[in-house]
């Protein structure tokens, strides 16, 4: 089969929401020199997004979507392993990551994580419906220079402002940067709210989190800087 073939044979499996099939037709596709990348991209995210418009056509209902989510899922346990790990060594920083509260879809934050994980972050994954003070205390607690924030639902907007106005409010912004993703958020709801940045998908959030990272280390140098003289 060619590329194109195995990449639609994945994307039609998501549609269909055939678990059954779709990690062997993952594997098939990885041992033909297909990327990881490539197939969560050009394969199985374009599945989702035929199943998105099959929903709001009133087609698909959610029972579909949920058939269609776990064929997803169980590519992405043959696929996201897969993923090369840049670098090695030490960890370039660490993220906290997760879905704001309300909000439940995490496929897209998952993929997102094992693309950090694999650039060889440490990555604190909070998971789904989570509370601003968890991301808080990822900070805090557990050392965390970036947050990195998902929802695809427009309510749960509100539950990315209440992170950011918390930062503000416990003076943590500083120390801090955030970036928001998911396909209800925007470069310009990120100004909005305050975040620092934006990632269309989870090949920008790694970039974009790299110079976060780089950002807050010559902030934080330069305060030593201020204090030393
Ligand atoms: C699959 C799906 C579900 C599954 C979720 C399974 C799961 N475990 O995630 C199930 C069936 C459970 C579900 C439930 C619901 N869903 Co739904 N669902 C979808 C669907 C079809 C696909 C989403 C998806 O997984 N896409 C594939 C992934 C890979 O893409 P992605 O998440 O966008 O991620 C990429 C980028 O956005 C980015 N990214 C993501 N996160 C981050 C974070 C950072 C920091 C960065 C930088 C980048 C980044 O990188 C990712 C990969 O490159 C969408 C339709 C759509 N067009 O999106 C609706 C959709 C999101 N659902 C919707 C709704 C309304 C619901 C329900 C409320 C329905 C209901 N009445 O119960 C419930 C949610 C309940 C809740 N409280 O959360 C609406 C939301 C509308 C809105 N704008 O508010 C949508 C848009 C459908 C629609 N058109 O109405 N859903």
């Known amino acids: 089969m060619s590329k194109e073939e195995l990449l639609k044979k994945l994307e039609q499996l998501v549609i269909e929401g055939d678990v059954d099939n779709a990690p062997a037709a993952a594997e098939e596709a990885l041992d033909s020199g297909v990327t990881p990348w490539e197939c969560i991209q050009d394969g199985l995210s374009k599945g989702m997004e035929t199943v998105g418009r099959l929903y709001e056509e009133h087609e698909y209902f959610l029972p579909e979507v949920l058939l269609s989510a776990n064929a997803m899922y169980a590519a992405l346990d043959i696929v996201l392993p897969q993923l090369k790990v840049r670098g090695g060594g030490e960890s370039p920083g660490t993220v906290v990551i997760g879905v704001v509260e309300g909000d439940i879809h995490d496929i897209g934050k998952n993929i997102v994580k094992a693309l950090l994980t694999g650039a ?110």
């Open 120 to 229: 060889g972050y440490n990555v604190i994954d909070k998971g789904r419906n989570v509370p601003a003070e968890e991301f808080l205390k990822g900070v805090k607690e557990e050392g965390a220079q970036v947050i990195a924030m998902s929802t695809l639902m427009t309510p749960t907007l509100e539950s990315m402002r209440e992170v950011e106005d918390k930062l503000k409010k416990e003076g943590l912004k500083g120390k801090t940067r955030t970036i928001i993703g998911g396909a209800a958020t925007s470069q310009t709801f990120a100004g909005e709210i305050g975040s620092d940045d934006y990632g269309e998908d989870a090949q920008q959030a790694v970039d974009k989190v790299k110079a976060l990272i780089a950002d807050i280390t010559a902030a934080v140098a330069a305060v030593g800087e201020r204090v030393e003289k």
